[in-house]
């Protein structure tokens, strides 16, 4: 059991992963990177000199992409151990359904508060920021399992409550200090939102998949 949770978590990590490197390839990072521009003017750098040259970009992208593959494996392993212990059925449908409420639990309800942010945007206390962002995780994600999981009435009260309680809670708000433009913050945070919903989906299917393609080749073996 335990090396089949591995097998599928890899392989969907990787395929999910290299999908995922080339989608932020094409959105997320010329964003980041034109705003690291707008970060080391604001420390009276020429433009010309904050450029990465071409190795260095290389080897950016590199670990960029090596990163994601892991981050996309991460996912792929929780969706499957999330299924097999509130004994779910394994198949790319319903695990990719599942990483669409894991998205809205860590992308969605989390960015209400904390939207994702580019280098040289204002921000708030690190501590602070963790500590809601990892309260209001887990609170949505067990109301959402809440409400689509469980029939007593009481649960799905709970799990509404859970869903909205952290929002009467939102971390202290900025000050106004940033150096990137409000227009590039706001289509970075669109974009990041996106490829973070792609992830998650991608890594549900393809783990549901590898799962369903490993236990059929165990059981033919057997």
């Known amino acids: 059991m335990i090396a089949r949770l591995l097998a599928a978590g890899l392989i969907a990590g990787i395929v999910a992963g290299l999908a995922?490197?080339?989608?932020?390839h094409i959105t997320t990072t010329p964003l980041i990177l034109a705003a690291e521009v707008y970060e080391a003017a604001q420390h009276a750098h020429d433009a010309a000199e904050a450029a990465a040259p071409a190795v260095e970009g290389l080897r950016r992208t590199v670990a960029t992409s090596l990163a994601t593959i892991a981050v996309s494996a991460g996912y792929a392993l929780i969706l499957l151990a999330g299924m097999l212990f509130s004994g779910e059925s394994i198949g790319p449908r319903r695990a990719a359904l599942w990483g669409v409420c894991a998205f809205?639990?860590?992308?969605?309800?989390?960015?209400?508060?904390?939207?994702?942010?580019?280098?040289?945007?204002?921000?708030?206390?690190?501590?602070?920021?963790?500590?809601?962002?990892?309260?209001?995780?887990?609170?949505?994600?067990?109301?959402?399992?809440?409400?689509?999981?469980?029939?007593?009435?009481a649960a799905k009260i709970f799990g509404a409550a859970m869903i909205v309680a952290p929002h009467f809670f939102w971390p202290t708000l900025a000050t106004p200090e940033s150096t990137v433009p409000a227009e590039l913050a706001a289509r970075f945070a669109a974009a990041s939102l996106a490829v973070q919903a792609a992830s998650w989906v991608l890594a549900g299917a393809l783990a549901g998949l590898s799962w369903r393609l490993i236990s059929r080749d165990e059981t033919e073996a057997a």
Do not use: N, Y
């Open 20 to 24: 995922v490197a080339g989608l932020q």
């Open 104 to 153: 809205a639990a860590t992308g969605l309800a989390t960015s209400l508060g904390l939207a994702p942010q580019l280098p040289g945007a204002a921000e708030t206390d690190l501590a602070g920021r963790q500590i809601w962002w990892l309260a209001t995780a887990a609170s949505t994600g067990a109301g959402l399992f809440a409400l689509l999981r469980l029939d007593a009435p």
